[in-house]
T-cell receptor, first 115, second 111 residues
Framework: DTAVSQTPKYLVTQMGNDKSIKCEQN?????MYWYKQDSKKFLKIMFS???????INETVPNRFSPKSPDKAHLNLHINSLELGDSAVYFC??????????????FGPGTRLTVT | DAKTTQPPSMDCAEGRAANLPCNHS???????VYWYRQIHSQGPQYIIH???NNETNEMASLIITEDRKSSTLILPHATLRDTAVYYC????????????FGAGTRLTVKP
């Protein structure tokens, strides 16, 4: 009955490879997010999807592409991986209604290591 | 960039109240104060949020000053499992996505 789940939990890959991280939420939320937490532990938002539409792209390289097949899923595809992409990636979801603020629920994270 | 200032670390004795301060002197009228925590590299966990009034739930209490320029998160009876990094975030009511994490406060609860 996990609310927000991510797969895989750990991902080790070589530079130049293409990889995907999957996220699913069973909370019925209509907004999903991807965050990156680097080695200094700063947590930064990367993308947000509301009803399958991208509504934030915080200066993320275009090697990163979020894909949302439906509002319960937001996958993160990364092309041509670089050493600097090594980080923990968190998926989150929330309900959104214009003019109202709702808390975000986070997944357990995916630790990506690029060698 | 984060709009809040928090002490980098605090200690608290187990069973005592933990009071975590946050300064948000540039907060605007439509911005809420949110608190999240992150326990040892797990995903951040929502704790509480408020606009003007003090708030309480099963996890914590949030005290917001009258001028809204600062707030305090109170964990009434801290346990060892409350050891975590606590983030104070101000966020607009009209922009659900504008949640920017700062460095937070690393709270260590000691036996």
């Amino acid at each position: 009955d996990t609310a927000v789940s991510q797969t895989p939990k750990y991902l080790v890959t070589q530079m130049g490879n293409d990889k995907s991280i999957k996220c699913e939420q069973n909370l019925g939320h209509d907004t999903m997010y991807w965050y990156k937490q680097d080695s200094k532990k700063f947590l930064k938002i990367m993308f947000s999807y509301n009803n399958k539409e991208l509504i934030i792209n915080e200066t993320v390289p275009n090697r990163f592409s979020p894909k949302s097949p439906d509002k319960a899923h937001l996958n993160l595809h990364i092309n041509s991986l670089e050493l600097g992409d090594s980080a923990v990636y968190f998926c989150a979801s929330s309900q959104w209604a214009g003019g109202s603020s709702y808390e975000q629920y986070f997944g357990p994270g995916t630790r990506l290591t690029v060698t | 960039d984060a709009k809040t200032t928090q002490p980098p670390s605090m200690d608290c004795a187990e069973g005592r109240a933990a009071n975590l301060p946050c300064n948000h002197s540039t907060i605007s009228g439509n911005e809420y104060v949110y608190w999240y925590r992150q326990i040892h590299s797990q995903g951040p966990q929502y704790i509480i949020h408020g606009l003007k009034n003090n708030e309480t739930n099963e996890m914590a209490s949030l005290i917001i000053t009258e001028d809204r320029k600062s707030s305090t998160l109170i964990l009434p009876h801290a346990t060892l499992r409350d050891t975590a990094v606590y983030y104070c975030i101000v966020r607009s009511d009209y922009n659900n996505n504008d949640m920017r994490f700062g460095a937070g406060t690393r709270l260590t609860v000691k036996p």
